[in-house]
């Protein structure tokens, strides 16, 4: 090796050699269960609940329904007059039409503004972990589910929780 080649070894040596020695600080954390524990999504679920019950109350009834006439249709087979059976069966496939209309909107509607409320969320929890790992003098949080294995002492997800609750208190 050349004299050069040797002095530039040693240099890049003594310039990386504070590098190996700070260590990064790193922690985990489970987002799904962070986000989903705090106060404020345990609320928004009870309130998209209440406020969706009666359409699912509606959907529910709707199904007994069609159950009931479905029924009727097996225990009268042979005894119903054709006009009669035929009104039956229609009478259900109107409830079936309306029942899978109901479905359709009420999962599109809970999706979106559940979509909306886990969003929201999730920005706030980003938030929360910047400020959190700042606190801690973190390098890095990672999700649990992108770790094979870590040790519980660097898991974060209930400071996270409380961090989260008290910088978004419910109202």
């Known amino acids: 090796m050349s004299r050069k080649s040797l002095l530039a ?86 409830k079936q039409r309306e029942a899978q209309r109901i479905s359709e909107d009420l999962q599109a509607d809970v999706d979106r503004e559940r979509n909306d409320v886990l969003q929201r969320a999730q920005t706030r929890m980003s938030e929360v972990l910047k400020k959190l790992a700042d606190e801690k003098g973190l390098d890095i949080v990672v999700d649990t589910s992108a770790v094979p294995f870590f040790k519980l002492t660097v898991e974060l997800t209930d400071d996270a929780i409380k961090a989260y609750d008290k910088a978004y208190p419910l109202k």
């Open 9 to 94: 070894l040693a240099l890049c040596s003594v310039a990386l050699a504070p590098a190996a020695v700070a260590q990064t600080k790193v922690a985990v954390i489970n987002t799904q269960r962070a986000i989903l524990e705090t106060a404020e999504i345990k609320k928004a679920s009870a309130d998209l609940q209440a406020k969706y019950k009666p359409r699912q109350d509606q959907l529910d009834k709707l199904q007994r329904e069609i159950a009931d006439l479905q029924t009727q249709l097996e225990s009268s087979a042979g005894k119903l007059s054709p006009a009669g059976q035929a009104d039956l069966e229609a009478q259900g496939q109107r």
